[in-house]
């Protein structure tokens, strides 16, 4: 008698299957699925060539009365899923600010290359207006409360009379059970003077 993972999402409008020992497949389908309220995974159940029965183990486990090794599958797959969740939605901090030492520094460079390749002297002004600006922001070190960070981005702003903003990794187990941290890419804090002082 075979069996196999079996994969279903409605929103994806697709099913997939993974042999048993590729756990790790369906685990990192749990993970890239997890929003997905139509997501499940089965164990199927080969009776015959075109005969089977599925056993649901996730999001509900029904595994209890699978074979001993199937069983052994289902628990890995519910151990790294347990261990990604010790490390759901941590989050480490850090702000983007605009430093005028490094508008200077890079400002300098330019200068020096326009002025040798063309002959032509670069204006500050000209300079700004072309990524000058936005070149001269640096990065804190990382801040793990974001009340901290808010409270630091508001005071860098005010010192150096320029927005600041607050970005932010989270921590993941990446397929090898690994801890690791990614980039929030739709997380942003525009942080200006003009804020509240809720964040002092």
């Not at 990604?84 to 702000?95: G, L, Q, T």
Request: hydrophobic share 30%; aromatic share 16%.
């Amino acid at each position: 008698m075979k069996y196999e993972f079996y994969v279903y999402t409605q929103e994806g409008d697709d099913v997939w299957h993974w042999d048993l020992k590729q756990t790790d497949k369906v685990i990192q389908d749990i993970n890239n699925n997890k929003h997905d309220n139509s997501f499940s995974v089965e164990v199927l159940h080969w009776l015959s060539e075109n005969d089977c029965d599925y056993i649901q183990i996730y999001p509900i486990d029904n595994s209890k009365d699978l074979p001993k090794y199937v069983q052994k599958q289902v628990e890995k797959i519910y151990q790294a899923i347990k261990e990604k969740d010790r490390f759901y939605n941590i989050f480490r901090y850090f702000i983007d600010y605009y430093s005028q030492d490094k508008f200077d520094e890079n400002y300098e460079k330019a200068r020096t290359r326009e002025l040798e390749k063309f002959g032509v002297n670069l204006s500050k002004k000209d300079y700004e207006s072309h990524d000058g600006y936005s070149n001269a922001f640096v990065t804190t070190d990382y801040i793990e409360d974001i009340h901290i960070a808010r409270k630091q981005a508001l005071e860098l702003s005010i010192q150096t009379n320029n927005d600041a903003y607050i970005r932010r990794e989270y921590a993941y187990v990446d397929e090898k059970n690994n801890i690791d941290w990614e980039y929030d890419e739709d997380y942003i804090e525009h942080i200006s003077e003009e804020l509240t002082k809720e964040y002092l």
